[in-house]
């Protein structure tokens, strides 16, 4: 008995979506593509679950935020939970204020925000920290705590109450992998 194939029609369509929309684009001082960090979100999303739309909001989980994208037009293109889903993972800019003076706020609304989130939603968040979090270490392990220098924030102090606070929030996916990996990666970056 052959197996059958899998349905990747979707997460194929988000993909091409993510990739236009992201055309261009560099991942912040990286030197590499910006549409990376979306894959590696979206694989570490694979580990969670094999829901096709989770997958496709994790590839597409930085167009609302970073890209004219909007939450309609991902309406239009994937229906309704993936634009919920997108959105739920969309960070309010806060436009009256400056990148810098906003942050903290931003920040905590977050933090708020992921932990009244959907359980899926938690996933695809997962996917996106886990990614920022993988970024960090691999530049904190070559530069140290220069790292910070590269933020809007410069304060080690600030990072680490923001990332114990989305692990805090995340604590639902505590009996994955990559929640494990999140928090180990957390104690190795911020170690007292």
Known sequence: MANKPLDTILFDRATRFAVEAHAGTERRGKGFPYIIHPMEAAAIVATITPDPEILAAAILHDVVEDTDCTVDELRREFGDRIAELVASESEDPMADL????????????????????????????????????????RDHEQIGDEIWNLFHTKEKSEHEWHYRGLAASLSDLSGTAAYREFVALIDEVFKQ
């Open 98 to 137: 400056s990148e810098e003076a906003s942050w903290h706020a931003r920040k905590q609304a977050a933090i708020d925000r992921l932990a009244q989130a959907p359980h899926d939603a938690k996933i695809v968040a997962m996917g996106d920290k886990l990614s920022n979090m993988r970024a960090i270490a």
